[in-house]
């Protein structure tokens, strides 16, 4: 399973957000993902993967290819 | 030397207060705050608390100054000599992790470093403090004391690293009355208005089961600091699945208690300016008829037999009037 479906099934999982919905959005904002949600959603991911995403790579994030882009750097 | 200068300017500054009628409310923050609560039904108000509150914020400026004079041994003599403790103190020496949550009070800079003198250095400390918020007097007096404070930026990349730094057992300092644009919020009720305040304190509390710790840090004669470190709220008590729901009654516990203490002693929060801005009424829309407080007599005068005795008028004067126009 690659990084961007895993972060839509968990997106789906665990805040109701829709893959399409996900896809659609510029920002995570957008898709109805808080700043709250994000870091529950960072941190869901870094379970599920077995990753520790660098934290200032988090700073630039927007967007779900963002957060793709700053958990495979 | 560096004490005798700010004893001389807290006694110059006594010797003028008497004259700040004279001060316009541009230059005065007491006069700046007694206008901002005009409409805030609940909160005081008078001359005694404008000449108050300057006392308060000159008290502690000149206390920062003071403290950020002194070298680390020095700094460690205040600490065990000047500053008065209250409260427990017992969860500064829990090896869960710990959120100091202070509000914008007194002298809160000084009362942080307080606050971790306490906990004798034991584990790494974290400053989480919106961007856009000025931390440099702050940061220079955990140099001064020899301390390493760990500067972290609110926002995402922020907020992840400090819920990390709490899941490593270190301690956070966060003042969620203090935020900038773009923070997450919500409300809570605060002096009979609803006001808008940071979520950050209890998501990151109810996410790494910290311990919070509210803490006041008021200023007082002779250079010295009252810190009251106040009961602590446990985020493990906060059960059920609504998320939401836990995150208001976190934040409403943590504003209740700075309410209580804001209370007995409002001329030392430095927010009441931005209150009205930040809050909103929740009075009722209606304006209330003019015999509703002799309603509310009457009803405390029945509920409150043992007031009737001390108080006969009260009765009298409930009686007399509140009956006289039918609603």
Known sequence: ?73 | MNALMARFAIAALSATLDLAGLVPAALHPGKRVNHALRDVRDAARGRWLERRVIESRWQSFVLQRYVLGLDESEMGVFFDERVRYEGSTWPLDERRPLILAAPHYGASGVGFLAAVHRMHRRRPINLFIDAGIPTRQLTALFEVAGLDLSRLMSGFAGSVEAARALRRGECLIMMPDVFGYGCQTLVVPFFGRLMRVAAATAFLALRTGAIVVPVFATPGANLTLHVLVDTPIDARRFAGDDDQQKIFMLTQALFSRFESVFRFAPEHWHGWERLPGTSTSIDPAYRLDYDEPLRLLRAKCDALPHLVQEIPELDLISKEHVWIRPR
């Not at chain 1, 829709?18 to 960072?42: H, N, Y």
């Not at chain 1, 869901?44 to 990753?51: N, Y």
């Open chain 1, 1 to 73: 399973m690659d990084t961007t479906t895993v972060i839509e099934s968990l997106a789906v999982e665990m805040l109701g957000v829709m893959p399409e919905r996900l896809r659609a959005a510029k920002t995570l904002d957008e898709a109805g993902i808080d700043s709250l949600g994000a870091i529950d959603l960072v941190f869901a991911i870094e379970s599920r993967l077995g990753v520790l995403i660098d934290a200032d790579a988090l700073g630039a994030v927007q967007s779900l290819q963002d957060l793709v882009d700053a958990i495979e750097r």
